[in-house]
Nanobody, 124 residues
Framework: QVQLVESGGGLVQAGGSLRLSCAAS????????MAWFRQAPGKEREFVAT????????YYARSVKGRFTISRDNAKNTVYLQMNSLKPEDTAVYSC?????????????????WGQGTQVTVSS
């Protein structure tokens, strides 16, 4: 059974930082591309960042590029999202996702497995 468990969310002031973690189990982690998505109240889920299975490639949404950094540790089956210079508009539930990747790539859709999410709230 595949499980993705996020942690690290919370309340932070604008300009602050948070580091999210997503621990994966039940899948061969190093063969999966991993990504972070977010969903704000009343809005559709949106792509945030993705990282290739070998961590050699990353891709970000325009709204977070330069502020957020995605990384992974295949030895720990964990993917991270370092979020700096947070803004109130970053407030959302952040979820990690996994997509089987037979080839190296940074997909932004078609993810198969999802975590439950962790709340990030940025106050102004």
């Amino acid at each position: 059974q595949v499980q993705l468990v996020e942690s690290g969310g919370g309340l932070v002031q604008a300009g602050g930082s948070l580091r999210l973690s997503c621990a994966a189990s039940g899948l061969p982690f190093s063969t999966y591309a991993m990504a972070w998505f977010r969903q704000a109240p009343g809005k559709e889920r949106e792509f945030v960042a993705t990282i290739s299975r070998s961590a050699g490639l990353t891709y970000y949404a325009r709204s977070v590029k330069g502020r957020f950094t995605i990384s992974r540790d295949n030895a720990k089956n964990t993917v991270y999202l370092q979020m700096n210079s947070l803004k109130p508009e970053d407030t959302a539930v952040y979820s990690c996702a996994a997509k089987w990747a037979p080839e190296v790539g940074v997909p932004t859709q078609g993810y198969e497995y999802w975590g439950q999410g962790t709340q990030v709230t940025v106050s102004s």
